[in-house]
DNA sequence: AATCTGAACGCAAACGCTTGCGCAACCAAG
DNA sequence: CTTGGTTGCGCAAGCGTTTGCGTTCAGATT
């Protein structure tokens, strides 16, 4: 039925070991024998069972990725770039989509992955026990998104300074009224809408404005969310004349409420997001941006050299750029007293 | 250093083949031995290897999904669906990226799916060749999106119908100059973009229309894409007063051209999409909506089934329903002579 | 009481590779 | 012509499961 490494042997006339040391490569083969045995495997259609040959080696070739949410944005991109990186050096990646509390309890709990996977890529950094699960596993783990964590090569952002520079932005523009849309909840403890609320805080006291409690609201980091995050702000005694939204789909969910209530942007309420999404140009939104796919690249570059080089100490944390983009949904507030 | 089937065995004092059945349901062994192990198992955080597991029975428990441009909203929904369908029935998936055309040829000539996966989902129609190399692995295949494929289990939509509904609202509102942005070039050989580009043309002639060669412009399916398409129809001698674009990202491109042209949609031009993009309606685009994850999920699903009762004859294609959705940047076209 | 029947379990042979070791055959050096 | 060292290859023992078959033993049947 399928054809197996003693096939080709037998049609090449020569030992399995021989075979299977002639096309991966390894010393021990004659130049002729290795030819001979390449063009008989082609001839054949020979695949190396996978099962196998990790069974022998304990080597997997397979990089375990868990990742939330993949349809969006965000993660949907750090992925395409991690995966590119990895199949191009012959690695295969088994994909864990996270999204909801119940599969991402089930995977740390049964980890799947073990005795699967030669690394594991986390994109969203995984919280203490969570964590020490990977760590069990006693292979490379890289996080892409996130702060310094034992264990483990993450690649992430400033979050406290990206924040701080669109923040700074909305109080240079004159605004002293600034609200936020975080995105604080489900099931994921990481550290960036902590980070970038302490952020806003510190800007805002840094100006002198006293922080209303009033002027913050959840956008569960969907656009929806951002859409009611908005409603709920602009429904305050005394709206916000700016906005600072913690993710551009969030902003864009901002940006759909705040024309549902006829208002103009920037005239009226400015906004400004966090990401650089493909559309934010489109839809001229000012924004942090970052890196999406470098960081999934870099992470993943960073997981194969501890693969490739299992002495050596991996960095702990790298931080890639940032950088504010003006757009166009950020200008100085309208004068008081017009209405 | 790993705990075997061995050490449970011992630790439980049965032998590796009834801890075997016992852990994997099977029948032929007692209930309390049953338990017995099942807490010795759980004590010793025995997780059975997979590699192992799938030598010995042939079956590999996992799944491969081909898909080009994760990053892209359309593949990430349909991947994100199909995952959860996957995982939730005990699969794991083998993911593989296949954007650029030279991934794409090597995945299918050096097929390393082989041996490796127990069904195949293709995000996106394989072209013949493709289609006969993914035949040549001897299991269960299905594709989310596309037309019907002999040994293909496919699951789409009536492209012509929602291109049709899509281009005769825009005659319907009086236009007569109406533009395309296709979406035909990369190195992906499907129907979509050919069966829309019928309907455009079907629906034009049905109106008495003449087709007009510079009102047509390739936006590669990107947002980037879209805008230098629009801005391509923009410089025709006599410009378009709508526009159909086969996805909503080529049409969201196209409304960044207008607006940097200073022209109004819909005043000046009406716009309308294909997918139903989760930002579409945020920017307020008319577009054909289609059931993107709903895809992802009934080709999942049908692909187990297939894996479930292998004997069954699957269906050959299954279609999901469009409709167009009304939003804010199709409008009837300015009175004539008013510039 | 002898026989039959299942149920419950163990034995051992795969599954298809990898790899340490052994063994020729060859070459160069003494 | 003997040594010692390479080089090229085969042997066989794993790797950790699954599974067909055989065995044991308790209980039911004559």
Redo the contacts with the bound molecule.
Sequence with gaps: M?V???DVARAA??????V??A??G?????D???AQITAVAARLG?T??RS??S???GRTYTIGVVAPYIGRWFFGTVLDAAEQVFSAAGYDVLLYNLGSPETRKRFFTKLPVRKRVDAVLSLLIPDEDESAALRSLGVPLAAAVGGPRPGFTVVGIDDRAGAESAVRHLVNLGHRRIGMISGTSGPLHWTTPVARRQAYLDVLADAGIEPDPALEADGEYTVEGGERAMTELLAASRPPTAVFAQSDEMAMGALRALRRHRLRVPDDVSVVGFDDHELSDVVGLTTVAQPVAGQGTEAARLLLRQLDEPGTEPPGHVEMPIRLVLRETTAPPRPRGVQ
């Design positions: 399928t197996s490494i003693n006339g020569v030992s399995a070991s021989t299977s040391r096309l991966r390894r010393p021990g083969v004659s002729e024998v290795r020979y190396a069972s196998a040959s069974l022998a080696s």
